[in-house]
């Protein structure tokens, strides 16, 4: 659904309501106020989407209006968001029209409920979708994966599959997820106002969740994350936990020397440095000497993972920078993409994809094995061959598109690479 929303708004002083011949409009209340908002067009995949963006960029505007609505015209399950634009009308003759309007009003007009009523089983659902968007699922989905997958690699018999495999392993994904939210709930804390404009269905961007209720939730998963690392007594685990805890602090947090993620070549390094060091060769060390009691020794399987995901790492650092130029551009956020632009950086990042699975293919190749090596060339060859489909149909005017393919590289290409690598090196 194309929906046009309200993308900040700033009082001003302004004749009623006017257009430009931009995309900029004002609005006069009777009391004399004025705001001025910026018209976008947004995709939303659903209802909560399209209200979360729309209610985010509400400014507390306090006249003492006694009633506050969004409306035009009603969309089907939506009766506060119009298809076309979202205007304030009707005489708002008093009250507060605020961003977190959307506490009762999301409920509902997501539901299709009238607005005075607010169902609990609702109000249950959105949270839970709340947390879900903040938690960022496609990092917490990939994290779990390369832990899964470097952890088969410590398996040398059948008999390794014990309980106690299985015990080490869940402890490595509990904690690793904990720090995983802990490090995209920091960011989206130092990135609320960039947010707004590159990824307003945030639960932070949106009003949804406070900053109070963003620190609360960070501040836990880090103790916790850290907490379960100490308790479980291996030294891999908590070093891999309290270095992504650094990492992740001084990529995001907005301190003197820290926010790294400003100098495009540093935030790549960080990345690369957890996503492919850190998750590769400490977990694998935790399953290696704290699991099976093993001596610490990095295997060739291992190293191949690590110059594999190290390809991978960088793809993720420049491509997640391309569909937020326009947020990056505005707050000095000097990316890869704003300095090089977003077709150079896109075709950099397919390039980089393709020599990882070209790389794969050769390693394939030398395997003793004819199964182990018909599996890591064939399949390494099909997914450099979707890859490549799909990235030539990619639009690349359009962030939606964008957008996609990057989740696409994570859902996809991805894990596939991970199920097919554990099988080849497990045949």
């Not at 309200?6 to 001003?12: E, R, V």
């Not at 899964?148 to 080490?168: H, M, N, R, Y």
């Not at 997820?177 to 990135?191: A, C, E, R, T």
Request: proline fraction near 4%; glycine fraction near 6%.
């Amino acid at each position: 659904m194309d929906t046009s929303v309200l993308m900040g708004l700033h009082p001003i002083s302004a004749p009623s309501i006017a257009t430009s011949g931009s995309e900029f409009s004002t609005f006069r209340f009777p009391s004399g106020s004025h705001i001025a908002f910026q018209v976008f067009s947004y995709r939303s995949r659903n209802n909560v989407e399209t209200c979360n963006v729309v209610s985010s960029q509400c400014r507390l505007i306090k006249n003492h209006l006694s009633r506050s609505a969004f409306f035009p015209r009603c969309n089907r399950t939506c009766n506060v968001v119009s298809s076309q634009c979202c205007l304030i009308k009707n005489r708002l003759g008093g009250s507060a029209f605020y961003r977190r309007c959307n506490r009762t009003f999301l409920v509902n007009a997501a539901s299709g409920h009238p607005l005075e009523s607010g169902p609990s089983w609702n109000s249950l659902k959105n949270s839970l979708n709340a947390f879900y968007r903040f938690s960022r699922p496609h990092t917490v989905i990939g994290t779990a994966l390369s832990i899964l997958s470097v952890s088969l690699l410590a398996v040398e018999k059948p008999s390794d599959f014990s309980p106690s495999f299985f015990v080490g392993l869940v402890e490595a994904i509990v904690a690793s997820l904990l720090m995983n939210i802990y490090i995209v709930g920091l960011n989206q804390l130092s990135d609320i106002e960039i947010d707004k404009v590159n990824k307003p269905y945030l639960p932070l961007a949106s009003g949804e969740y406070s900053v109070r209720t963003g620190v609360v939730i960070v501040s836990a998963f880090s103790i916790m994350s850290l907490w379960l690392g100490w308790i479980v007594g291996s030294g891999p685990l908590f070093c891999a936990l309290f270095s992504s805890f650094l990492l992740g602090t001084a990529y995001s947090i907005d301190l003197p020397w820290l926010r790294w993620k400003r100098f495009a070549f540093v935030a790549a390094m960080c990345i690369l440095a957890v996503r492919a060091v850190i998750v590769q060769v400490f977990f694998y060390l935790h399953m290696q000497t704290h699991v099976y009691g093993r001596q610490a020794f990095l295997s060739r399987p291992v190293i191949f993972a690590t110059a594999f995901m190290s390809f991978f790492s960088v793809v993720i650092a420049l491509f997640k920078d391309i569909p937020d130029i326009h947020g990056d551009q505005i707050f000095g956020i000097r990316s890869f993409t704003v300095r090089l632009g977003q077709k150079r950086v896109f075709w950099i990042c397919i390039a980089l994809l393709e020599m990882a699975y070209g790389v794969a293919i050769l390693v394939g190749t030398a395997s003793s094995s004819l199964w182990s090596r018909s599996i890591a060339v064939v399949g390494h060859t099909i997914l450099a061959w979707v890859l490549w489909v799909r990235a030539r149909s990619v639009d690349l005017h359009s962030k939606e598109a964008i957008t996609s393919f990057y989740m696409f590289i994570w859902k996809k290409v991805r894990n596939s690479f991970i199920f097919t690598e554990s099988g080849v090196i497990l045949t």
